[in-house]
Antibody, heavy 117, light 112 residues
Framework: EVQLVESGGGLVQPGRSLRLSCAAS????????MHWVRQAPGKGLEWVSG????????GYADSVKGRFTISRDNAKNSLYLQMNSLRAEDTALYYC??????????WGRGTLVTVSS | QSALTQPASVSGSPGQSITISCTGT?????????VSWYQQHPGKAPKLMIY???KRPSGVSNRFSGSKSGNTASLTISGLQAEDEADYYC????????????FGGGTKLTVL
């Protein structure tokens, strides 16, 4: 079955760090770019970060640039998001998404990150 | 990276057609033919409905269509059905030398 399963979310204090993971299955992981997209409670979607198939290119939203780092391990069919210096406004459901050419054609169910003291 | 502009809500009766607009700039919607649309039901993950402005993924009903003129893209749903009631988000590639995407604020579709 083609699927993405996120993990690693939880409650974290402001200023602390958290690492999200996304396990991919059912497709050739290293053929595709991968992304993180988040959705704050009751709000819309926000693209967070993306990485090319070979990790040669990465991109970040201005809101997370310098604090978040995206990476992947093609041998483990896994995508990661290292989140440092977390802020209350980073509270959201974080989705892992598979890249089509320049769109997102498969989404996980998300992992919830809550930043609060 | 300013969000694309969508109407907060639209509504229509079963069988009718509705159109959701998505306005950006020449740096995103107007600059690339890489607009995509996503449907999200409450508590569910988004689902790709349209990509590359007007292409439908396999399995998506042909009642869904997309178009673009200048800096504004549009999603049209014809023959509205109750199950179409959901939130819809547009998204545009916005990167020139880097990976960069921008979403719209989302539109709540109500089927009356």
């Amino acid at each position: 079955e083609v699927q993405l399963v996120e993990s690693g979310g939880g409650l974290v204090q402001p200023g602390r760090s958290l690492r999200l993971s996304c396990a991919a299955s059912g497709f050739t992981f290293d053929d595709y770019a991968m992304h993180w997209v988040r959705q704050a409670p009751g709000k819309g979607l926000e693209w967070v970060s993306g990485i090319s198939w070979n990790s040669g290119s990465t991109g970040y939203a201005d809101s997370v640039k310098g604090r978040f780092t995206i990476s992947r391990d093609n041998a483990k069919n896994s995508l990661y998001l290292q989140m440092n210096s977390l802020r209350a406004e980073d509270t959201a459901l974080y989705y892992c998404a598979k890249g089509g050419f320049l769109y997102f054609d498969l989404w996980g169910r998300g992992t919830l990150v809550t930043v609060s003291s | 990276q300013s969000a694309l502009t969508q109407p907060a809500s639209v509504s229509g009766s079963p069988g009718q057609s509705i159109t959701i607009s998505c306005t950006g700039t020449s740096s995103d919607v107007g600059g690339y033919n890489y607009v995509s649309w996503y449907q999200q039901h409450p508590g569910k993950a988004p689902k790709l409905m349209i990509y590359d402005v007007s292409k439908r993924p396999s399995g998506v009903s042909n009642r869904f269509s997309g178009s673009k003129s200048g800096n504004t893209a549009s999603l049209t749903i014809s023959g509205l059905q109750a199950e179409d009631e959901a939130d819809y988000y547009c998204c545009s590639y916005a990167g020139s030398s880097t990976l960069d995407w921008v979403f719209g604020g989302g539109t709540k579709l109500t089927v009356l």
